[in-house]
Nanobody
């Protein structure tokens, strides 16, 4: 099993920035991909960004140019730098991990989530 713990969420004004971090522990040798999903109020969880061991990335269209995913797999960490935040970015952000390098594959592991609230 893999455990994922997020940090870095909070309240920020529109136009501001936040950086989310996620630490993986447990059977980390099985992880080939890490990333972030989010669930906005009244909506389903959706992919925000993902990155695999090869460095390939995927970002949702709604965050391209504003959010950047990065990783340090030697430390079993993944990060999400969020700039120019908008009220519609308000959501619970979940760290995810997968045993496949396919970025769009349903994740195998989920964190508990961290709240990001953007005020207008």
């Amino acid at each position: 099993q893999v455990q994922l713990v997020e940090s870095g969420g909070g309240l920020v004004q529109a136009g501001g920035s936040l950086r989310l971090s996620c630490a993986a522990s447990g059977s980390v040798f099985s992880i080939a991909m890490m990333g972030w999903y989010r669930r906005a109020p009244g909506q389903q969880r959706a992919l925000v960004a993902a990155i695999n061991y090869g460095g390939a990335t995927e970002h949702a269209d709604s965050v391209k140019g504003r959010f950047t995913i990065s990783r340090d797999f030697t430390k079993n960490m993944v990060y999400l730098q969020m700039n120019n935040l908008k009220p519609e970015d308000t959501a619970v952000y979940y760290c995810i991990a997968g045993v496949s390098t396919e970025l769009l594959r349903t994740p195998d592991y989920w964190g508990q989530g961290t709240q990001v609230t953007v005020s207008s």
